[in-house]
């Protein structure tokens, strides 16, 4: 199991943080870092930063938004930072909510996910490949263009650049079981949000039929500290945040992947205390267990017994979200990639 190290996205502003940090995993013998972006930064660029500041690690965007960028668009992006970059990119998508997608993005949250998400690797996978020019005979991305209010002169093109790989991984950020299942078909790698290595049965069905070389890289927050509740609040405010505020009552894919987990009864009350507007009780009502399950914090030995457990499954790549050098170095150390500090 590969270490990464995520940092998420920025809050109200850049974190001074982030290139020290970087740095350190790539010279900890981390295997990859990644950014996100919700309604604020923007992946790919903050990527691009880290990209110049470093020369060996991994960047992935863990994830960019679909809705945020045509196909094609995210694949200009990809093969550029990928020529920059030396061969190092790969390139994560999520789909996101309707809450997101139609309240952010101003656009229609797609009826099929399924499907739009097909096209759109599709697309990318075309581009990449660059055998001829683009063309898919779309529900959601066709291309050329040929909507009704279209003028009906598009052409089909292919990249003026030539890629520099045609086989840049592809990543997936699925929930659903029948999200997860195709990502297993059309992608190089899974993101996945939540993972309990005590709860893998969760996703078995979803992962039948696993590839050789195919990628499982969940992010778990990780915090070496004495004290495990304080180490486990902002687990919990995150969980919070998307059972609570990142979708609706009636449809809230974080909150139904908490339920499918074990904690159905939970992530409801969590959901209705946020509606409420009772953010901070929101938080304190995410159960520890579950917070617990999907992180890496408290003492040194304590993170040691537990990331035992992540190493038996199937996971190949433990993307860590970790909020200083020592906690990097420790687990560095722990999964055998450097000698313990004296």
Request: hydrophobic share 45%.
């Amino acid at each position: 199991m590969r270490l990464g190290l995520a940092l998420g996205y920025w809050g109200r502003g850049p974190s001074a943080e982030h290139i020290a940090l970087a740095r350190e995993a790539e010279a900890l013998g981390y295997g990859s870092v990644w950014t996100a972006e919700a309604w604020g930064s923007d992946a790919f660029t903050a990527l691009t930063w880290i990209a110049a500041h470093t020369s060996t690690i991994e960047l992935g965007t863990a994830v960019a938004q679909m809705a945020a960028r045509t196909p094609t668009a995210t694949a200009m992006h990809a093969l550029t930072l990928d020529h920059l970059s030396g061969g190092r990119m790969a390139l994560g998508l999520g789909l996101s909510g309707p809450q997101v997608v139609e309240g952010w993005y101003g656009r229609p949250f797609p009826r099929s996910p399924l499907t739009a998400t097909r096209e759109y690797v599709d697309v990318i996978r075309q581009v990449l490949r660059r055998e001829g020019p683009v063309a898919l005979d779309g529900r959601f991305h066709p291309h050329p263009y040929d909507g009704p209010d279209g003028t009906g002169l598009g052409k089909p093109l292919k990249p003026i650049t030539h890629p520099l790989r045609a086989d840049l991984p592809v990543f997936l950020g699925a929930e659903g079981p029948k999200n997860i299942a195709q990502t297993v078909r059309i992608a190089d790698g899974w993101l996945p949000l939540y993972w309990s290595p005590m709860r893998t049965d969760v996703y078995e069905a979803s992962l039948d039929g696993l590839r050789d070389g195919f990628r499982i890289a969940p992010m778990a927050r990780a915090k070496v500290c004495d004290d495990v509740a304080e180490g486990l609040l902002p687990v919990k405010a995150m969980l919070g945040f998307y059972i609570g505020g990142m979708g609706h009552a009636a449809k809230n894919f974080h909150a139904d992947l908490m339920a499918r987990m074990g904690f159905e009864a939970e992530a409801r009350h969590v959901q209705e205390l946020f509606a409420e507007g009772r953010r901070e009780e929101a938080v304190l009502a995410v159960p520890d267990a579950f917070a617990d399950e999907i992180s890496l914090v408290g003492p040194r030995e304590r993170i040691a017994e537990r990331l035992e457990l992540w190493r038996k499954g199937p996971v190949t790549d433990l993307l860590v979200l970790a909020p200083d050098q020592h906690t990097l170095r420790v687990l560095a150390e722990l999964n055998g990639q450097v000698p313990r500090a004296t």
